[in-house]
Nanobody
Framework: VRRLVESGGGSVQAGGSLRLSCAAS????????MGWFRQTPGQEREGVAV????????YYADSVKGRFTISQDNAKTKVYLQMNSLKPEDTSMYYC???????????????????WGQGTQVTVSS
């Protein structure tokens, strides 16, 4: 059974940092694209960062480039999102996502991803 479980969300002041983790079970050895999306009430779910688990290639939304870093552990069982220089507009529910195949050179859209975690809330205060 494939499963994604996020952790690491919380509240932080603007300029602070948080690190999100996504534990992926059932995906070991599976060629896939994994990443992070976020969604605020009334808004569409938007891509933040994705990583191609085979090649390690990464892709970011323009709004987070230079501040967020996506990575994976050597065992390829966890995907991380290091978020630095957080802004109030980063406040959102963050979701881990996965889909088979390579990331195709871009973030893609939420519709491209079939597996989702339950989400973890990130709140940035000014």
């Amino acid at each position: 059974v494939r499963r994604l479980v996020e952790s690491g969300g919380g509240s932080v002041q603007a300029g602070g940092s948080l690190r999100l983790s996504c534990a992926a079970s059932g995906y070991t050895g599976w060629r896939n694209c994994m990443g992070w999306f976020r969604q605020t009430p009334g808004q569409e779910r938007e891509g933040v960062a994705v990583i191609d688990r085979s090649s390690g290639s990464t892709y970011y939304a323009d709004s987070v480039k230079g501040r967020f870093t996506i990575s994976q552990d050597n065992a390829k069982t966890k995907v991380y999102l290091q978020m630095n220089s957080l802004k109030p507009e980063d406040t959102s529910m963050y979701y881990c996502a996965a889909r088979p195949g390579v990331c195709r050179g871009s973030l893609g859209s939420a519709a491209d991803f079939g597996s989702w975690g339950q989400g973890t809330q990130v709140t940035v205060s000014s």
